[in-house]
Each structure stands twice: as C-alpha cells, then as structure tokens.
C-alpha cells in the first residue's frame, strides 16, 4: 500500500475503495465486540465462512466481523446487507439456513427476527433500525460500527474515514480549529463535562515545543463499556479526532491510555495505529500538510483511580497512580512536566463529526448546556441491555423504557444509578428529568462517563451504597486521608446495617463523613466518594431506617438480615430445593415434607430460586422471626401423587 | 486452554532482558515492562523485580508500591485455572455475591487466592463489559454467563 | 518572582509566587497545623489537616494549604467552622489508629476530637509518609516504601536495604507522629533479613 500524500491522494483512493464495493454484494456482518464474543460470535462467524465456501459462494457473499452494535442483549447478533436484516441470538447452526434461505433464496427466517415484547400477535421486525431498541437513538457515533470491521481502514476510508483529518490539517488553522470546538459547545465525555475547546485552548496557549495529547481510554466505571466499544468497534475515528486535535494544540506526540481488562480494544487500536502509519495519517508530513504527529499506546494495570487525569498523567509516567494537585494543571503541567491535553474517548471521537458537519451538527442536537449525543451503557435489571446513543435532553424514562424496554419479569422500577461509583441513584419521581450535565447533577447524580444501571424491586439501596463504598475502598489510592479513611468508616457503618448492626444516629454519621470526604479529598475520586451514599440516603431513606430500626431488609438482598422459609402447607416434597441446595442445609425426603436447617443454611437463595412457581413454597422473611419448624412426625405428606415429583 | 502449564520457576532472565531492551531501558515503561513479564510469566517472581529495578534504575520500593498498588501484577504463582467473578455493578444487582459465594465455598480460597493444589485461582473483576451476561464468571477465558450459584458448581467440576 | 498579595485571617499578606498558602502563613507567622509537612520535604498534601477555606472569584473551597499555591486576591481563612469541623472528623480517624499518639491528642484538644468516636483500627499508621519520603528525598535510600492501595495501603521495609542501612541511621524515626514506625521497622528485623518475597511470611 502506498503513502497517501495529500487530500487529492486520500479522494482518489477512497473512490477506488467504493468503486471496487458492490453495493448490491450480500454482506453478514457479525457483531465481534466483547460482548457478543462472550456468547459465541467467533463460533457463528466460523460457521458461516464454512457454509459460505460449502455453497460456493466465497466471491458473492461478505462475511464481516464488526464492531459492537450495543443491543448487547440478543447477542450474538448480525446484520444482512443490503437489506438491514437483523437476526439475534445467533447459533452456528442457523449458519446454513441463513446462508440458503436468506442469502441465496432471499427470504427472512422468522424465528431469528426481533419479536415486539408484550403484543398479543407476534409482531416481527426485521430491519434493524426499525427495533425499539435502536429506532429511538440517535447513532452519531457508534452508527458505524456494524458497517465496518475494525480492523480494516480501507472500511473507514469506505465510509467517509479521515476526510475530517484532510480537511482539518490542509484548510483550517489550528486556531480556527479551536474555535470550532469552542463553537460546538462539545462538553467533556469523561465525566466532569468539562469544555473541550476550551481546554483546547489552555493546551494550545501554553508556550512550550513539546506537548501531548491523550485517550483516555481507562474505562474502570463498573458496568461502564462506552469507550471500550468505540475503541475496538471504530478504532480509527478516535485517531483521527486525537490526530486533529494534536494537530490544533501543536503537539506531535500523543498516547492511548487503554485498560488491559480491554484486550480486544488494545489490539485493535493497535492494528489501526499501524495501518494509519503505513497510510501516512500518522507519521511525518501527513497528508502533505507538513505535520508530524505519532501514537503511542500505553496499557493500564488495573487501577481505577487513573481514569482521573493526574492519576493516569502519574501512571503514564511510571509511577503508581496517585493523582496530583490542580493547578497546575495538565493543559500547563502535564506528562513529564510538559503542556497536554486529555480527552476521554467518545470526546475524541466527536471531533471528526464536527469538522465535517460542522458546529452546527453538534450544537443543533441537545439542551441549553449540553450539545450532541451520549453514548450510555444501559445496564442491570432492564430488558435490552446494551449500549445506546441518545440525544441530550432525552428523558430517562425513555432511555430506560423505550430504548431499554422497561424492567424485565414484570419487576417494579426502583431506581437508576448513572455516572460509576462517584454517581447518585435517582429515584422513579425524577425519570421525567431531561439527561445533560446539568440535570442529573441537580437530582444529585451526575453524568460520568455514561454507566446507567437500572435496579427494581430486588435491589437493596443500602447494599448498593455498600457495594460502591466497597469498590472505592479498594480503589481509592489511599494518599489522602479523608478519601481513605472517610470511605473506610462510611464503608464500616454500612456494612454495618447491612448486617443488621445499625444503631440509632448512623445515618447522620455517615452524612458528616460524607461531608469531610466530599470537602477534602484531593481528587475527584474522593470527592465524589460521597454521591452514592447521599443520594441513596436522600431517595431511600426509609431503606436505611428498616435496616437500622428493625432489623429488616426490605428488597430481602442483605443475607445477614433474610431467612429461607418453607411453607410446610405449600411443600410438596418434590426434592426439587434439596438436591440443589449446596450447602445440604434442608431436611427431608419423599413424602416428607422439608425444612430448612438454619444454622446450615448459607442463604444463597437457591431453594427460592428452584421452587416451583406452582408450589412458591419457600418465601422470604426479613425483619421477622423464623417460624419452629413443624414436628418431624407432622412431615408426611399422605398419599401424595406421583405428578407432584 | 484446559491445560495450562503452571510455572513456579523465574522466567529465564534473557527474556527479561529481551523486554527490557525492547522499551530501550526507558524507566517511564516500568510498567509496561511488568505487565509484559507478568503476561509472559503469569506472575512476577523476586528476582525479576531486582532485575527490573537494577535495569530500569527504579528503586525497589517504587517497584513494590507500584506491583501491589496495579490489580494486574500477581506476586504468587496462579493456580491451572483461573477463574474471574465480574463483580461490577450490573453483575451486582443481578446476584454476584451469592455467585461468589458459593464459588468461594467450591474451590475453598478466597479472591486473590490460589489453592494449595495449584489447581485454581480466584479473582473478582470489577467489570468485563458483558453485562447482558450477567452474573458472569470466566474460567481460563472461557464466559460462563447467566451464572446461579447451583450452576457455577457444574462449569468448575468439569475443570481438572 | 513577582509578588502576590493576599489576605489570610483578614491581615494582608506577601508571598512570592511559587509559594503555598501554608508558606506564605508561615511567612507571616499565621499558624495552621501540619502532620505530613516537613520543611526538608516536597509538598505532600495527604494528611489534610492544613485544610483552609480558600476564597477566589467569590467561590469559596475547601484546600490543602501544603500544596495550594498562593494567587492574587486570594481571601484564606485557617480557621472557621467548616475547617474546624473537617479538621476534627480528620483527627477522629486518626485517633482511631493511634489514640495515644501525642501529636495528634494535642490537636484533638483543640479541635474537641474524641478518640472513641470510631472503632479502633489494627495499625497506628496514619500513612503521612514522612519516613517515606524522608529516606528517599533525604537519605536517598529508599528503605522503606509505601504497598497496595486504598484502605489497605501501608507503609513496609525493603529488608535487604534495611538490613544494610537503617540500623545505623533511624533518623525516620523521630519524624513519626504515631509510634507505628518503629514498629514496623523492628517487625521486619524480627523476621530476618533478607525475605524471600515482599509478601507476609504467612503466606509461604
């Protein structure tokens, strides 16, 4: 492949690409993000490249493995071009009929389609835009990542890759550059919301040869998969916006922070850094522009904490992350002293939408204070789990119910907690709050980097308050000591509860600690340790005073406080919850009724689980006394039928 | 993958060298060159960390803050297997702890463990991404998804 | 170095640019405790006893006076109900780890912190670091280091440096708020110089 030397070059070539793609070629794409790979893609994807050779149609039929879709529920998922059929939950035994009934007799297999949940009719769809799940987001960013397979540049230049980056560098100034970041109102992705062409601005402004600018890429928020399905699914559009960028602020230098819990981003960022070197979109005189830029990429050890910028600034260098005072700040003191500039991933990858729409593009979608789209790793107790990119300003009730179709099993709403572990938990009243920055900031929560997990009935908010405390505890840096020790107490006391230690004033001890924490700490992590506590204190109050007061935990999640129980007039004796019991904590036998032996159970919920809906014979109890177990000679169960078993 | 070969002897110093040279000695690599012995040996040996800290010119109690401070560096020999409970926030709410639980009470070691066999190891990881799969647990790579503590049972019986 | 003017506790105040709001008190002789700080060390900010609320463009937060540098107009108060309250919840989470520690029990007179507010805690660490950075900026012998993270962070000898070269030097000793180092140190010879690993003897 040889060097394209300048946007004329880069034109040419892209018609080439396009010129030599039949439109009207049958294409499967298969989705080979993390997620559907953890169902089996690279099995479905084997399968159908056999079955394709079988029926001898290698030259007429595309097998491409793309980037991740986000309905990460139905996986392992493809689409067929050019008709956008969709087909879910794939196995590599539907790989023949796919291949002789929709490719060569083209006809739509049913009973892989999208059925419409809760229609008496079984409403099929068969086009991917037309399922609720992507027909109510706006897919700016992550679009194009069933389109293409990651690992091939020549499918970004097909669909309009690094166009930005030629107009960028051989018709805008750095400086206009700026300025249109600035104009587009494009708020940090990260977390803080911070504005990038401002921040642009300090970096661009510090007077010093040397500069750098960043990915980071050190997703850590739990249950959080924005960046890392950008990464992998589109690699080239971060580079391409990070390319821009070096070049706006005069840096020639830049990183890529990935986590290495991301082993398929890191390749595939990897590959595409390689290919954009050969292409000549990284290297010496790009693009005939005479800007040099080159990528290195740097992995994370497993640490949370350097998602913040100092603290990944601290880890680039070689040192433990342990995040530094601002100011000064990186835009004046960053990597090895020098000017840099740090953007989180889905940030960069905005950049090139900008430069070839234009401001406008951004700042026409969105609220007052929050422009574009965000991508949101919708998660938990919801139906269509995945990744959905929605406007700004879009309400939580329609992301949770309309893209994420509602709770799962008829379960109740009970809250959703957004932004990581430094996030709040927002209660059903506020699902009608419009998303941006501002608005989840107000009900206490924030935005962060994009985790939304939804939690029902089932889910006790005191144990998620412990359960977040719990994760910082482990990953505070332990430096500072209102971050270290304010959690480690506020940890203690909820543990507390949640073991049914609660006393009288706890909730107002946790409110001072939360307070000292929030005040104190030196860095963002510390800060905001406090969010999940606070919030979850302000909505579910009454959660708190039922663990404190009696003992009870009402979502029956916090062990120490529940008991197994089975309702000797609803047993059955089927045997059923005895064989399974891993702890052989219930006695009984044919014919006899059982019980469960208290002191052995471990309570991990499987009798309840197993029961047979019929008999719901084992039920919970909280905050109550287990009844004595019914005398062993009242057990039999007199002629009991044989269908019962 | 089932049988991965355990070892407890120090990686050969030559291919310590040969990471070393590859990040030109540079002492801001530290940690890139720990986590390639660490992915090349499964676990960092003492004398590799001397090794590291004579050529890299790294004091050793960096070193020692930096290989315990990253979840990634492991300082004991991992066990055949290793098996990762995703503990991350959507796995939480959909019953992770009871999931590690009777994985713990299983395998008889605790998070960050290895057994005495050397059979298994056990992590949490704080999120592999996969959360429709939730609760999730990976042995030797291999997702087992959808996992209820009676379930988790069968999938480790069937590893030797 | 140009100058910059500043007020703290309402007296007007000269510092040189570059300096921390704790030098420039000190400078004009403004007194705001300190467990981390030590004048032979780089700036630490971790113990956050200095803590002051720093006023500037009308918004008011809470620092680290150590690590904050000093600006024009700055308004810094060292003392009022919100630093106060923070230094005395900081202090209580001390005293859990060190209750007789006698640095901190004159604070917490002064503050009204009470030692038994919270559980006690198994090491008299309060992780200022002082002997860390001591040996390493001072001394230049990197014998002691800090391990893990978070709430599990401690503070741990490099036996075959130790071994070499803290008997006959302990001037880290002295630098300790709590008693905790010593400790340490003589554990550490207790279990013999050089140990395999860096991990706890327990675990074999």
């Known amino acids: 492949m040889p060097r394209i030397n300048s946007p004329a070059e880069l034109e040419a070539f892209r018609k080439d690409i396009i010129s030599k793609r039949d439109p009207d070629k049958p294409c499967i794409a298969v989705c080979t993000g993390t997620g559907c790979l953890a169902l089996g893609a690279a099995h479905v994807v084997t399968a159908l490249k056999e079955e394709v050779k079988k029926q001898g149609l290698k030259t007429k039929v595309d097998v491409r493995e793309t980037g991740c879709p986000g309905f990460c529920e139905r996986g392992p998922l493809l689409v067929i071009y050019p008709e956008e059929i969709c087909y879910l939950q794939m196995q590599p035994g539907d790989a023949q009929e796919i291949v002789s009934q929709t490719i060569v007799a083209k006809k739509v297999i049913d009973r892989l389609l999208y059925v419409v949940p809760s229609t008496d009719k079984d409403e099929k769809i068969v086009q991917e835009s037309e399922i609720p799940f992507y027909k109510n987001q706006m897919r700016n960013l992550i679009g194009n990542n069933i389109k293409i397979d990651p690992k091939s540049i020549d499918d970004y230049l097909a669909v309009g890759g690094y166009s930005a980056l030629a107009k960028a560098l051989c018709q805008e100034t750095p400086e206009q550059l700026v300025n249109l970041v600035k104009s587009s109102n494009l708020r940090g992705r990260g977390g803080a919301g911070f504005p990038a062409g401002i921040k642009w601005e300090f970096a661009r402004k510090s007077a010093d040869k040397t500069k750098y600018v960043i990915v980071n890429a050190d997703e850590g928020d739990p249950g959080a998969f924005m960046d890392r399905a950008l990464l992998e699914g589109n690699p080239h559009s971060v580079l391409e916006g990070l390319t821009i960028g070096a070049y706006a602020i005069g840096s020639h230098e830049g990183y890529i922070y990935v986590r290495q819990e991301y082993p398929l981003a890191v390749e595939n960022a990897g590959i595409a850094i390689k290919q954009a070197e050969e292409y000549g979109f990284l290297g010496k005189n790009i693009l005939g522009s005479g800007f040099d830029f ?52 889905e940030t960069w990858a905005n950049i090139p939408l900008i430069i070839n729409n234009g401001p406008d593009f951004l700042t026409s979608i969105g609220t007052e204070g929050s422009k574009g789209t965000k991508i949101f790793s919708l998660v938990g107790k919801v139906n269509n789990t995945g990744l959905v990119e929605v406007p700004m300003g879009i309400t939580l009730r329609d992301i949770i119910y309309k893209v994420g179709g509602g709770i799962p099993e008829g379960k109740k709403f009970k809250a959703v907690q957004t932004g990581g572990p430094s996030g709040g938990c927002i209660p059903e009243e506020h699902l009608d709050i419009k998303v941006d920055f501002d608005e989840l900031a107000k009900v206490g929560a924030i935005m962060g980097s994009g985790g939304m997990i939804v939690m029902d009935e089932d889910t006790c908010m005191v144990d998620v308050a412990r359960y977040f405390l719990d994760f910082l505890s482990d990953e505070s840096c332990g430096k500072c000591s209102p971050c270290r020790e304010g959690i480690r107490q506020m940890l203690k006391i909820l543990t507390n509860i949640s ?144 269908k019962d078993e | 993958m089932a049988n991965k070969k355990v070892s407890t002897a120090a990686m050969g110093s030559s291919k310590i060298d040969k990471i070393i040279a590859k990040y030109q000695g540079n002492a801001g690599s530290l940690i890139q060159v720990l986590l390639e012995i660490q992915s090349e040996n499964r676990w960092l040996p003492r004398e ?85 799969l939730g609760p999730v647990m990976v042995v030797d790579g291999e997702y087992h998804g959808k996992m209820a503590p009676a379930k988790s049972e069968e999938v480790l019986k069937s590893y030797e | 170095m140009s100058e910059i003017l500043l007020q703290i506790d309402g007296i007007e105040v000269k510092a040189k640019e570059g300096m921390s709001i704790l030098e420039a008190a000190q400078s004009a002789g403004i007194y705001i405790p300190t467990l981390c700080h030590h004048e032979k060390l780089q700036p630490y900010g971790a113990c956050r006893i200095c803590t002051v609320e720093a006023e500037t463009g009308g918004r008011t937060n809470l620092v680290a006076a150590c690590v904050s540098p000093v600006q024009p107009n700055l308004v810094v108060r060292t003392r009022s109900e919100k630093v106060d309250k923070t230094r005395k919840i900081l202090l209580e989470q001390f005293l859990a780890h060190a209750p007789d520690a006698p640095a901190l029990q004159d604070l917490a007179q002064e503050y009204g912190a009470d030692k038994d507010r919270f559980e006690k805690e198994s090491s008299f660490c309060i992780l200022c670091g002082l002997c860390v950075r001591y040996c390493a900026e001072v001394k230049k012998k990197n014998a002691v280091g800090f391990v893990d993270r978070g709430a599990r962070r401690e503070i741990s000898f490099i036996p075959e440096i130790a071994s070499k070269e803290c008997w006959k030097c302990k001037e880290c000793f002295p630098l300790c708020p709590t008693s905790y180092l010593q400790a340490a140190y003589h554990l550490t010879e207790a279990l013999v110089f050089p140990s395999p690993s860096f991990e706890p003897a327990s675990e074999g």
């Not at chain 2, 055949?80 to 994985?103: F, I, K, M, Q």
């Open chain 2, 48 to 132: 590799a960390l001397d090794k590291v800290s004579k050529k890299l010119k790294v004091p050793l109690n960096r070193i020692q803050h930096i290989v315990t401070f990253y979840k990634a560096f492991s300082l004991v020999p991992k066990g055949r297997h290793e098996v990762h409970v995703c503990t991350g926030t959507a796995c939480h709410v959909r019953g992770a702890p009871r999931l590690l639980d009777s994985v713990q009470d299983l395998i008889g070691i605790r998070p960050g463990e290895t057994d005495l066999d050397l059979k298994f190891s056990l992590e949490t990881v704080n999120c592999l991404g996969c959360c429709a």
């Open chain 1, 294 to 345: 080159t990528i290195k990429m740097h992995q994370g050890a497993g640490a949370f904490v350097c998602g913040e910028e100092t603290a990944l600034l601290m880890s680039l260098e070689g040192k433990p992350g342990e995040p530094r005072p601002r100011p000064p700040y990186p835009a004046v003191k960053g990597l090895w002293g020098k000017p840099t500039n740090i953007n989180n991933v």
């Open chain 1, 499 to 642: 073991e049914g230690k609660g006393r009288e004033g706890d909730i107002e001890l946790l409110e001072e600690l939360a307070e000292a924490t929030g005040d104190a700490s030196l860095c963002a992590l510390g800060r905001t340790a406090p969010n999940p506590v606070l919030s979850t204190i302000r909505y579910f109050r009454d959660e708190y005073e039922a663990h404190i007061k009696e003992k009870r935990c009402p979502a029956y999640v916090c062990k120490e406080l529940i008991s197994y129980y089975i309702d000797p007039d609803k047993c059955k004796a089927c045997m059923i919850c005895l064989r399974k019991c891993p702890a052989q904590a219930i006695i009984g036998g044919k014919n006899q009724i059982h019980v469960i032996d208290q002191e052995k159970c471990t309570k991990c919920g499987t009798c309840f689980e197993v029961c047979p809906d019929r008999f719901g014979a084992v039920t919970r109890l909280s905050g109550e006394p287990v009844p004595s177990p019914i005398p062993e000679e009242a057990r039999i169960i007199a002629g009991k039928s044989k």
